[in-house]
């Protein structure tokens, strides 16, 4: 039966000790104790690794890990990044029912380096909505040259500017200006006091 040892009813089974010659487990116990190799093998199990041993194992540990990982974590983020790439088109395809979007692929580009104003941006046009129900809402990227800075920008395009504008616009902006603290991104509601459909 090879080398199938259990220590289950074999006192006396040669059969189950699996060395010819061996009557009893007591007989192997002592032939193992005498040095027989055979019975030393028998019991013999690999408590130590040779240095080459050693070697490849680690090898093949360290091919495994630049091998997966990396695919992981790249599988991972083009996963994230088309999350983000949904997110954005949805925005604003939602967004361009009801307001004016300039420069919309600035605008997407923008988003996806600071996607973490996804969620701000129509917060702050339904803020704009509320204080100017009558105005035109557009959105557009903002861009500095001087200090080479950029951001999406909303402009509240009124037919008439009255003395309560400014004080609007600054209502406006505090439903949502906290929510950009610690954030990368950046959003400005303001005006251009342009007119509707300039």
């Known amino acids: 039966m090879g080398n199938a040892l259990t220590f289950q009813d074999t006192k006396e089974n040669p059969y189950l000790l699996g060395i010819r010659g061996t009557s009893s487990f007591s007989e192997l116990n002592r ?101 100017f129900p009558n105005a035109q809402i557009v959105l557009d990227l903002y861009i500095d040259p001087e200090i080479d800075d950029k951001y999406p920008i909303i402009y509240v395009r009124a037919k008439d500017y009255d003395n309560k504008f400014m004080e609007l616009l600054d209502k406006a902006r505090k439903d949502f200006m906290e929510d950009l603290i610690n954030k990368r991104g950046w959003i400005l509601l303001t005006t251009d006091f342009g007119k509707p459909d300039e």
């Open 31 to 131: 032939r193992y104790n005498d040095g027989d190799y055979m019975a030393q093998n028998y019991f013999k199990v690999p408590s130590e690794l040779s240095s080459k041993d050693l070697f490849l194992i680690a090898a093949l540990l360290v091919l495994i890990v630049l091998i997966v990982f990396p695919t992981l974590i790249s599988s991972r983020t083009e996963i994230k990044l088309i999350s983000i790439v949904d997110q954005i088109e949805s925005l604003l395809q939602n967004l361009s029912k009801d307001i004016r979007i300039n420069n919309i692929n600035s605008i997407r580009d923008y988003l996806i380096e600071f996607p973490d104003i996804i969620d701000i941006i129509p917060k702050a046009i339904n803020s704009a909505k509320k204080y």
